[in-house]
């Protein structure tokens, strides 16, 4: 039978030897005769993959050691608490962009901490652009942003030079393109994009930041204690760190980051350039901001839908609707995507243009 | 080869035929042609897996619709800090009983969230026994205990009738022994011992003990936010939480929690027998208090203990070394722990015993 063309926003597709990598160390971890389920954290086996997992973030984003790396579990809707309860200080304010749903989110949380300001929002247009051209207090204690918007489909292109430090939501772009992480103070994202299944999120964070609160924290939610215990404050989420990491040494191992940007730039490219074309489908978004990752499109008839439907089924294209605020669809391009998956999504629309035709 | 006898103290040891389910699923899950790592947590086939897991910890506890049950990330590590955070009001108190490295930590989160006394320890005596005869205040806002000591192998055989709402960490011996889960008011444990993996955290919780701390609170760290999205607030650690349903359906499908007590019996009077017996070795907890999960011994010599070492390694026993706060052995007997892999352990210490003598 053919295979499933994943396009599912997350959690999505993971590279095929990945997942049998995974499926292997369910069964017998690195010749120990043990499942990776049932060992130790503490065993030397494992340190050994956290602490490479660890390093491949940094090698990936090219920092050096003014950075630390851990893993949480939580996701990153608990980094929406967690980064202002680091950095926010009682008699300072916090900077944010509001470009959707997970923004949104991250002010909201931000605001039970302290003082939040929305600097610039894209709420008026539903989120379908990014907005530049807004200034960035420079008495902010950071200034927030997501860089990529799974439900809306947009994506910032550039990031605004900050004079304080910049905290991004990276969750569902991490590793699908250069960016240069030593412009960012922190960096978040929740793994089941780019990085590996759910249940862990990572983040990276410029020591210099930190400390300057004089919150009294709780333990969890400290950087410092995560970054004190090597990520291994108390037993982590073994196996999601474990996928992680195999995710990573993947992306390395195959060229890296500017190998999988230029492949992404093209499958990005095929699509929109098949959404432009064809009389059935309209993109969602302003052409300058629209994601690589998050392939928003609307039937130019709402009658379209059904019949579409059944022909991306028949070809067991799955993951493609599109999120209940957009409507129509959302295809996935995620770094383990392969672009063959795309060919087959676009056919099938250039076949449904000529049967409507 | 002989197989590994897995006496980890956790992580450990899971039922061979969940850990073959778990590999499977990694490749194919639930004949939808995509691993578990990689579909939506929104697909109808993860909803399933999340609805039996919980309602299956329900049914195992015999409670009923006062309860609702969540699956968190974070490790119990989290709750410790949780729990003060849902329960504890601006001006009552919350009562801990002091058994160790873990009721410490949760004592440690409390204390920064609110007021906090600890009305019994065995901290005089290193932890080695349970305290008893202690008098829980009426105005409380809740009592907190920790059921079984990983670390220090003590384990509470019966709980003490409280005035007001009792929480437990039941961690490292839930589903191990039948406990009246009514009597509780909340009862939590991080999955990675009887109840699946690392990386996702079991909280069940009497609904109307919430809502009464008019504490303004971050969202993942509300119990009812976690209460109304159904365990799916956010993206839920998807695979922990699929090996967790696995074992408790294991566990269930075997006969539930009064078959597995029976067993759990077996195994630790066939050990700690022989500890008593056997005059290299010595019983570290008071035996009133011995934990059937956590069986922690020493060598009545130290020089024993490079030449048993020698004879376990030969053995295939894994996962034996005491918690540096201890030395020597423990051995941990979870649920999955076949009762052949005790009989090896114990017939290595006999051989030992005449190899000495």
Redesign the interface.
């Known amino acids: 039978?053919a295979?499933?063309h994943?396009f599912?926003?997350?959690?999505?597709?993971?590279p095929a030897e990945v997942?049998?990598q995974?499926?292997?160390a369910?069964?017998n971890f690195d010749n120990?005769?043990?499942?990776i389920?049932?060992?130790?954290?503490r065993s030397k086996n494992y340190v050994a993959v956290m602490d490479e997992a660890r390093q491949l973030i940094k090698d990936l984003f090219e920092v050096g050691n003014e950075y630390e790396v851990f893993y949480?579990?939580?996701?990153?809707?608990?980094q929406?608490?967690m980064v202002p309860?680091n950095l926010l200080t009682e008699n300072g304010f916090a900077a944010y962009v509001n470009t959707g749903v997970w923004a949104s989110?991250a002010i909201?949380?931000a605001k039970?901490?302290g003082n939040t300001k929305v600097i610039a929002s894209s709420e008026d247009k539903k989120f379908n652009y990014v907005p530049k051209g807004y200034e960035i207090p420079k008495d902010a204690d950071y200034f927030h942003i997501t860089s990529n918007n799974t439900i809306y489909g947009t994506q910032m292109k550039s990031f605004p030079k900050s004079p304080v430090p910049t905290v991004c939501d990276m969750s569902s772009d991490l590793f699908s393109r250069k960016v240069n992480a030593n412009d960012f103070a922190l960096i978040y994202a929740?793994a089941?994009k780019n990085m590996?299944?759910?249940?862990?999120t990572m983040v990276m964070v410029r020591k210099d930041v930190l400390g300057k609160t004089n919150r009294?924290?709780?333990?969890?939610?400290d950087y410092n204690v995560h970054i004190k215990g090597e990520s291994m404050?108390?037993?982590?989420?073994?196996?999601?760190v474990y996928?992680s990491m195999l995710t990573l040494r993947w992306l390395k191992e195959h060229g890296g980051v500017s190998w999988i940007e230029k492949i992404n730039q093209q499958k990005a490219d095929l699509l929109y350039n098949e959404i432009d074309r064809n009389e059935c489908f309209v993109g969602t978004v302003e052409k300058a901001d629209r994601s690589n990752m998050n392939v928003c499109f609307l039937p130019t008839k709402p009658e379209y839908e059904a019949e579409f439907d059944k022909m991306i089924k028949a070809e067991?294209i799955?993951?493609i609707k599109g999120h209940r605020d957009v409507g129509g669809y959302r295809a996935s391009l995620y770094n383990?995507m392969p672009i063959e998956s795309v060919h087959v999504l676009v056919d099938v629309m250039k076949a449904f243009e000529k049967k409507i035709g």
Chains 1, 2 share one sequence.
Do not use: W
């Open positions: 039978m295979k499933v994943n599912s926003a997350g959690p999505g597709i993971l997942l049998q995974a499926a292997a369910c069964l120990m005769d043990l499942s389920l049932e060992i130790s954290h949480l579990g939580g996701g990153a809707s608990l929406f608490a309860y989110k909201k949380e039970i901490i929740g089941q590996g299944p759910a249940g862990s009294k924290m709780l333990s969890m939610l404050y108390n037993t982590p989420p073994v196996f999601p996928v067991r799955d993951g383990a």
